[in-house]
């Protein structure tokens, strides 16, 4: 079975958000490139605060944190939340989260009194995709697990963003080869041309953990269980303390620079369709 033989719908609606995919990406840049590389040169040694009290004295309330929440979103939640109550935090609930994420999700909203945004994916998009490939078809190809995260990440991404000029994310530069590269604020071109900010970029795990224990944040518990890094259930294992911190995660996946779910990566939705298609004919 290709992509090819997904119902007409199914395939329709795809194409409908790759369409508004392309027309966010018109979106006029809030600062220019030279603007941000002289804003990062003047931030690179500065705290995360202090990276983020520029930003939403910039942007707010057109910013946002993206959180999957995890060690990082929740740090960035507290420092947000006291520098402006009226933070905005959105999430993608893929629907395959694991329990723990929920509890702290729950146990967020009763610490900080935010209303969380939460997007779901399409559901026209969920059923079509189980209906061809399966409930678990992400275990069958890296194509297939693309499209997987494409449909259940990707899109409500684009949806999330369509309000802002700029979101928030916990990336680190040692976290992965994939971003070591990272810049503490970014012109985000995949989506539309957005400030990307990174506050954590310099920092370590261990600075990560100082912080939670010293401000009492709540954290998922899953952490105390050696799982570094969480994302969907079926898609997150634990890891033994000589392993790489995203070894957990699409573990049966074997190549370190494929451990992306496509949210931090210049790669659309249409090409992700494209390559599922001709990867499994």
């Known amino acids: 079975v290709t992509l090819k033989d997904t119902s007409k719908k199914h395939y329709r609606t795809l194409n409908t958000n790759i369409v508004k ?19 990062n040169t003047v931030m690179e040694d500065k705290s995360p605060e ?9 942007m707010h309330p057109r910013l946002a944190l993206s959180s999957s929440f995890g060690a990082e979103d929740v740090v960035l939640i507290d420092m947000m939340w006291r520098i402006n109550r009226s933070v905005r935090v959105f999430t993608l609930d893929t629907l395959r989260l694991p329990t723990e994420t929920y509890t702290v999700m729950d146990q967020i909203r009763a610490r900080y009194g935010i209303d969380l945004e939460t997007y779901y994916p399409d559901m026209d998009q969920v059923a079509g995709m189980v ?42 530069r040692d976290q992965a080869v994939t971003r070591v590269d990272i810049a503490k604020i970014e012109l985000d071109v995949a989506h539309g041309n957005r400030i990307k900010v990174n506050p954590l970029a310099t920092w370590t795990s261990d600075m990560v953990w100082d ?14 269980n050696n799982y570094p890094s969480i994302g969907c259930d079926p898609c997150t294992r634990a890891v033994s303390p000589e392993e790489d911190p995203r070894a957990g995660r699409w573990w049966w996946e074997l190549d370190p620079n494929a451990k992306e779910c496509g ?6 939705l249409d090409s992700i369709i494209a390559a599922a298609e001709s990867g499994n004919r």
Request: charged share 35%; net charge negative.
């Open 131 to 172: 209906r061809e490939h399966g409930f678990n078809l992400f275990y069958k190809s890296e194509e297939f697990r693309n499209l997987c995260c494409g449909i259940r990440k990707m899109e409500p991404l684009d949806r999330a963003l369509g309000g802002l000029d700029g979101w928030v994310s916990g990336l680190r």
């Open 211 to 224: 912080y939670i224990k010293k401000n009492n944040v709540p954290y998922n518990e899953l952490h105390d």
């Open 263 to 268: 949210l931090h990566e210049i790669e659309s």
């Open 21 to 39: 995919r392309k027309q966010m990406d018109q979106m006029e840049p809030l600062f220019s490139t030279e603007e941000i590389a002289a804003k």
């Open 50 to 58: 202090e990276l983020l009290e520029w930003a939403m004295d910039k």
